[in-house]
């Protein structure tokens, strides 16, 4: 059973950082991509960066030079250090994750990043 547990949230100033963990386990295949997604309220679920396992990245342009997408394979960790946080990247932030041939996706449940003006 793949299990995707985020953590790092939290309430922080304008300008501030925030550095968000996602720790995988029970993954058996192939993890080929994996991505920060955010929802804000009122909004729809949209992506923040992705990380291909051949070790590409993709960001959405709201973060470029902002937010840094990172992964320890050792550890089956994801991580999205932000800086430079404004209060339109407040949402509940998500870990997703695509394994296999199939490429069946995992969600994790999410942690909330607060930042105030």
């Known amino acids: 059973q793949v299990q995707l547990v985020e953590s790092g949230g939290g309430l922080v100033q304008t300008g501030g950082s925030l550095r968000l963990s996602c720790a995988a386990s029970?993954?058996?295949?192939?993890?080929?991509?994996m991505e920060w997604y955010r929802q804000a309220p009122g909004k729809q679920r949209e992506v923040v960066a992705s990380?291909?396992?051949?070790?590409?990245?993709d960001y959405a342009d709201f973060v470029k030079g902002r937010f840094t997408i990172s992964r320890d394979y050792s550890k089956n960790m994801l991580f999205l250090q932000m800086n430079n946080l404004q209060p339109e990247d407040t949402a509940v932030y998500y870990c997703?994750?695509?394994?296999?041939?199939?490429?069946?996706?995992?969600w994790g449940q999410g942690t909330q990043v607060s930042v105030s003006s």
């Open positions: 029970g993954v058996t295949s192939s993890m080929n991509r």
């Open positions: 997703k994750l695509n394994v296999g041939i199939s490429w069946r996706e995992y």
């Open positions: 990380l291909y396992r051949g070790g590409g990245t």
